[in-house]
């Protein structure tokens, strides 16, 4: 069955760096799009990265654009999302998922994406 497992989250000071992972199995893993999402209590899940299924394109939400970096190693059916320069504002449960189809120069809905890792917190502070 199709499963998302993330990895990498924690505690990092303003400035700082983390990495998290998204290891996949199930599916043919680059054949979908990674997005990197994330979400703080209240708020509503919102997209802030995403990487093609090649790794030809990628998009970033303005608030991470040029310091969050994401990639992927179909070879090992996994997904990175670098998040440099982290700032307190950035503290929240962050998520990767799958989707085969949707491309756009915008943030795209959960509900455009079927699969979904269990999510991971990161906190700045």
């Known amino acids: 069955h199709v499963q998302l497992v993330e990895s990498g989250g924690g505690l990092a000071q303003p400035g700082g760096s983390l990495r998290l992972s998204c290891r996949a199995s199930?599916?043919?893993?680059?054949?979908?799009?990674i997005g990197w999402f994330r979400q703080t209590p209240g708020k509503e899940r919102e997209e802030v990265a995403r990487i093609s299924g090649r790794a030809g394109s990628s998009w970033y939400d303005d608030s991470v654009k040029g310091r969050f970096t994401a990639s992927r190693d179909n070879t090992a059916n996994t997904a990175y999302l670098q998040m440099s320069k982290l700032r307190p504002a950035d503290t929240a449960i962050y998520y990767c998922?799958?989707?085969?189809?949707?491309?756009?120069?915008?943030?795209?809905?959960?509900?455009?994406?079927?699969?979904w890792g269990q999510g991971t917190q990161v906190t700045v502070s």
């Open positions: 998922a799958a989707q085969e189809n949707r491309w756009t120069e915008s943030p795209l809905w959960p509900h455009e994406y079927p699969h």
């Open positions: 199930g599916f043919t893993f680059k054949d979908y799009h």
